[in-house]
């Protein structure tokens, strides 16, 4: 079965300083999210992205995060400048042509700001 | 706005007890609900859905029917398996294509045998 695969799986930066996280949606799917779960708290929705640009963010999802799809099969989160609560599991999904109805997940990057 | 409430976890069990894991939500219209599984190591699957009012999702002897009057979507398994040790997620979506899922905190199950 297509998978969304997510690397790396895990990721220890110091606070302050850039990390991409890297995803690769199923081929044929056109949704791409991102999603986040801080230890013991709930899944939380970042951004959503179709046809080359967000189609929705939420609060989190500030002027310190970005998200790209730099060719055909790459989907990216960006975090330009790391704070400590920023760790957290980090969650890709693609879903296809139906939308969010059902959606696909990778095994997720475990993020730690030191 | 819309939001998912599940019980609290962790939920232990012995081989072949009955599980319930309650969820309730709040939404404005007509979401479907939904129950994604996370097996250790492993991304969020989707485990069984259901679209409207009073239908059933079912899937490896999971079900959950979905109760307008009472705004739940409780997750149930007459006889669980230590392969069912995972975590549990009960979700939304407000039905509009490429919108977020909404999910709750996640429920937590071990089952010994």
């Known amino acids: 079965e297509p998978e969304v695969t997510q690397t790396p799986s895990h990721q220890v930066t110091q606070m302050g300083q850039e990390v991409i996280l890297r995803c690769v949606p199923i081929s044929n799917h056109l949704y791409f999210y991102w999603y986040r779960q801080i230890l013991g708290q709930k899944v939380e929705f970042l951004v959503s992205f179709y046809n080359n640009e967000i189609s929705e963010k939420s609060e989190i999802f500030d002027d310190q995060f970005s998200v790209e799809r730099p060719d055909g099969s790459n989907f990216t989160l960006k975090i330009r400048s790391t704070k400590l609560e920023d760790s957290a599991m980090y969650f890709c999904a693609s879903s296809g042509p139906d939308g969010g109805e059902k959606l696909f997940f990778g095994s997720g990057t475990q993020l730690s700001v030191l | 706005g819309d939001s998912v409430t599940q019980m609290e976890g962790p939920v232990t069990l012995s081989e072949e007890a009955f599980l319930t894991i309650n969820c309730t939500y709040t939404a404005t219209g007509y979401p479907s609900l939904f129950w994604y599984v996370q097996y250790p190591g492993e991304g969020l699957q989707l485990l069984l859905k259901?679209?409207?009012?009073?239908d059933k999702g079912s899937n490896k002897g999971f079900e959950a029917t979905y109760r307008k009057e009472t705004t739940s979507f409780h997750l149930e398994k007459g006889s669980v398996q230590v392969s069912d040790s995972a975590v549990y997620f009960c979700a939304l979506s407000p039905n509009q294509a490429g919108t977020a899922l909404i999910f709750g905190k996640g429920t937590t199950l071990s089952v010994s045998s």
């Open positions: 259901a679209t409207k009012a009073d």
